[in-house]
């Protein structure tokens, strides 16, 4: 998979992409190539691509022996500014006063087999023989500095992972403005950058912009990856489509501060640089320290986006995610929340978990208000212990009669949290986030506890140890719902290190509970959660195999959430609950029908009052079930592809996941609007069918895949006003699940 040409070309090669960088005259890296695999390539054969005359006019050359060799009209591995690049660069450090100007100089390279996962912080892994790294030393000797960067390939995906350390090999203490973790420089800019933005109650929708000459970018400033961007991006060629076409990905294995800046500069080549954001960013380094950035994942899809859309949710399970949730079923949930908010006591749980029980569900998720004296969400975050007044014989008792009925139990926490009315906050003011100012910003009347600080981390960590122990937890929902301002820890204030460290600091203290919990209890299953879908990334990931997505349960709504979440990362981390009608965020009626099939595709939960529903609707939801457990295993890890444009204001969409051979489809088509006088029959063409087989279709209808193909399913309504006794689907929001069976 690496393949070292005359000791200064770097060619990272396999099935899928070629991606090639080599040693610049001036002893810096330049990158050459990503895209489609190129197979084997001599150095002769390169040396057409390197041998060029730097004509670009109007720029500065790079130094006065240098020749006509400048920086601006080469595209580059790890570019710094100010050195006749003029565009914004990946690394920037002071010292004192003195902006530095940085020199790094190939040293050497070296190769490494293993890539092992381990808790301390999410990064991408591989089983042996899986993947090669190849890691190339460089130093600024001037400025007494080393940089390693590394570049992972992987045999069975598209992906580079790149990441870097540096490390202070001189006496003087830098400041560390800057220092991303992934770069994408490609030859022209006729691609569309693709982003998943929103808001709280509508997360990760799909953006599309063309590039032009100039900077654009998206990211977060909240401490959170954020419910408004997602550092998933992708870069699309203008001419690329759902199944066709070249397509880039980028993402950061990270779940703070992040920043994507693409910029086209004059010329019309294109920067896309990835990271953690600089804003408020600043890393002190003394002597023979280091600073290490976090994994940056870069795809190529020559197959559009749906394309990118396999290679980065294959990634992510294969290579991010802990590779046993592969292997092991996703418990139906039923989670109380939107069934009981904060009124109950135990013996309402246990009614609901019976019945929850009886209609087939596996796991019954205790939400917020167990613990302290949390009537409402304006108390008692940080008592991890529980009210005595709801469970008065205590959460043991409690979590044995759940365990009786055959249920795993979840329990919720927002541990990285503390409510002004709580024993934590009365002992410890200290551990706030939270500026000596007089003024303190609240928010959901909490304040953000300081996971800057390891002492914090342990106390919360020793509270839920002792919960998990006396409930047996199989199963724990990780919340987290306020962003941070006026980062101040005192902590770092006391230990002496800067507060612009803080927001890294944070976030590798929340990396630490997850290790301290999976360490003890490596099989508990963690759903992560940031009211709703504020902190949905692969930093999450990596220790959380599932994430609530958004606090958004209405059928129709999740639509766009979930096309655009699929985008970047797998199905199997989609957690889906079937929630009421009227729905309560946004109160649309739909039918339960339509609920549960936009529910199918990923980890299934219901959350409503399963003991208010009639007999009809029990039957309804005991028969989806029971369709789910039989094709779990296709609707969680199966390959997921977008039959019809995606974005949010499209009418119509359509799912379809197929098993790894290809035999098996199942196939999910939602209207949200009914049209008036349509044509009275419409498909819905399968592009990726197999042309030579036959296939079963709900079990009834015979067709070839070429019909699938060329003509497609029919779309499930028939309604033009007069022949009401013909149709099987009418009116608004309405679906159909399609199960599709190779039979020969
Ligand atoms: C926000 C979550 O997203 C909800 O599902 C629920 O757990 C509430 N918090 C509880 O406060």
Request: hydrophobic share 40%.
């Amino acid at each position: 998979m690496i393949e070292i040409l005359d000791e200064k070309i770097f060619h990272l090669y396999n099935e899928k992409i070629s991606y090639i960088f080599y040693v610049m005259e001036n002893q810096q890296l330049g990158h050459l190539y990503y895209g489609g695999a190129l197979g084997a390539i001599t150095a002769d054969e390169l040396g057409y691509f390197l041998e060029r005359e730097n004509k670009s006019a109007g720029t500065v050359k790079f130094s006065a022996d240098s020749g006509m060799f400048t920086l601006a009209d080469r595209s580059q591995e790890y570019p710094v500014y100010g050195t006749s690049d003029f565009k914004e660069g990946a690394l920037d450090i002071q010292a004192a006063d003195e902006l530095w100007y940085l020199d790094f100089k190939y040293v050497g390279y070296e190769q490494v087999a293993e890539k092992k996962r381990t808790l301390d912080r999410p990064a991408s892994y591989a089983c042996s023989g899986e993947a090669e790294t190849l890691i190339i030393h460089m130093a600024d000797t001037d400025h007494h500095l080393e940089l390693v960067l590394s570049f992972s390939i992987f045999a069975d995906s598209s992906a580079i992972v790149r990441s870097q350390v540096l490390k202070n090999k001189g006496s003087q203490v830098i400041q560390l403005n800057k220092m991303l973790s992934g770069v994408l420089e490609l030859p022209s800019a006729d691609y569309e950058f693709i982003h998943l933005s929103g808001a709280w109650l509508k997360e990760r929708h799909i953006k599309r912009r063309s590039l032009e000459q100039g900077t654009v970018s998206i990211g977060s400033l909240k401490g959170a990856s954020g419910h408004q961007h997602n550092p998933f991006t992708a870069l699309a060629h203008k001419q690329a489509t759902l199944n066709d076409g070249v397509v880039y990905g980028t993402n950061l294995i990270y779940s703070g501060n992040f920043l994507v800046q693409v910029e086209v500069d004059e010329w019309q080549r294109t920067r896309l640089m990835t990271g953690i954001h600089p804003t408020h960013f600043n890393w002190q380094l003394g002597h023979e320290e280091v600073f290490q950035t976090p994994e940056a994942v870069l795809f190529y899809s020559g197959e559009g986006l749906n394309g990118l859309a396999n290679e980065a949710a294959r990634f992510a399970e294969k290579h991010v995610i802990d590779r046993k949730w592969m292997r092991k079923l996703r418990p139906i949930v039923f989670n109380n929340w939107e069934a009981t908010y904060f009124e109950f006591d135990q013996e309402k749980l246990t009614t609901l978990a019976k019945a929850g029980k009886d209609l087939g569900m596996e796991c019954f998720v205790l939400d917020d208000g167990w613990f302290g004296r949390r009537d409402d969400d304006r108390s008692s975050l940080g008592d991890w212990f529980v009210d005595e007044r709801k469970f008065p014989n205590g959460i043991k008792v409690f979590a044995e009669q759940i365990h009786q009925m055959g249920l795993q139990l979840g329990i919720w926490f927002e541990p990285e949290m503390v409510s002004p009315k709580s024993q934590l906050y009365e002992a410890h003011p200290e551990w706030v986030v939270r500026h000596p100012y007089e003024r303190t910003a609240i928010g959901r009347g909490q304040y953000v506890l300081d996971f800057s600080n390891p002492e914090v981390v342990e106390a919360i960590y020793a509270q839920l140890k002792k919960i998990i122990e006396e409930t047996q937890l199989e199963y724990i929902k990780w919340d987290m719902n306020r962003n941070i301002t006026e980062a101040y820890s005192t902590y770092l204030k006391a230990v002496g290190r800067p507060q612009t460290e803080f927001f890294h600091r944070y976030i590798l203290g929340v990396y630490h509970l997850y290790e301290c919990i999976l360490t003890d209890f490596p099989d508990i299953l963690i759903e992560g959660c940031a009211g709703g879908g504020g902190r949905y990334d692969l930093g999450i990931l990596f220790y959380s195999p599932q994430i609530w997505p958004s606090d958004n349960s209405d059928a129709v709504e999740r639509l766009a959430i979930q096309s655009g979440t699929l985008l970047g990362y797998p199905l199997s981390s989609f957690s889906n609950h079937v929630s009421t009608s009227p729905n309560h965020q946004i109160d649309r009626h739909t039918s339960l029908q339509m609920r549960q099939d936009v529910c199918l595709f990923g980890p299934l939960g219901y959350e409503l009052d399963i003991t208010k529903l009639d007999d009809e609707e029990k039957r309804a939801i005991q028969a989806n079930i029971q369709f789910y457990k039989a094709h779990r295993d296709l609707l969680t890890h199966g390959t997921f592809f977008q039959l019809l444009p995606i974005g949010d204001t499209e009418n119509e969409v359509a799912w379809a996941v197929c098993n790894q051979d290809r035999s098996e489809w199942l196939i999910g088509f939602y209207r949200k609007l009914a049209q008036a006088n349509p044509p009275n029959v419409e498909y819905l063409k399968i592009p990726m069918m197999d042309q030579a087989k036959t296939y079963l279709i709900n079990g009834a209808a015979q067709v070839t895949g070429g019909m699938l193909k060329e003509i497609g399913l029919k779309k499930p309504y028939v309604f033009n006003g007069v022949n009401h006794e013909q149709m099987q689907v009418s009116g608004d929001f309405q679906s159909a699940i399609y199960h599709l069976k190779e039979i020969r």
